[in-house]
């Protein structure tokens, strides 16, 4: 979602975000990693380089986010061998809706909206 409030196409290096998001430098550049091999973002070295959304935040769902870094949503067995394992596979199924139905674009517009809920309001 940090990439995805950014002005499209523009470039922060994985470091960076990761401090911004208050996560250890090396687990940052492994989420973009494993990002960037799946083709969600863009990763380029250098000192102008950095990452990027590959496409519009609006076309990239939180499921598409959460396969690519940890694969699937919720880890239950799918087969209705038992009245738990349909239920778990159920809730998985209903998990995966959800999240495939959800952009990275929604995600940015929601944070902002709560931001400017949050800001201090002064009166003069």
Do not use: H
């Amino acid at each position: 979602m940090a990439l995805a409030r950014l002005p499209e196409g523009t470039l922060t290096a994985s470091g960076e975000l990761a401090r911004a998001l208050g996560m250890p430098r090396r687990f940052g550049e492994q989420q973009m990693t494993a990002l960037a091999k799946t083709g969600l973002v863009t990763c380029k070295r250098g000192a102008a380089g950095g990452c990027a959304l590959m496409r519009p935040a609006g076309e990239v769902t939180v499921l598409d986010v959460v396969r690519a870094v940890q694969g699937d949503a919720l880890d239950v067995p799918r087969a209705s061998t038992s009245a738990t394992s349909a239920l778990w596979a159920d809730v998985a199924r209903t998990l995966d809706e959800r999240l495939a139905s959800t952009t990275l674009a929604d995600l940015a517009r929601e944070q902002a909206d709560i931001d400017a809920a949050a800001e201090t309001m002064y009166f003069i």
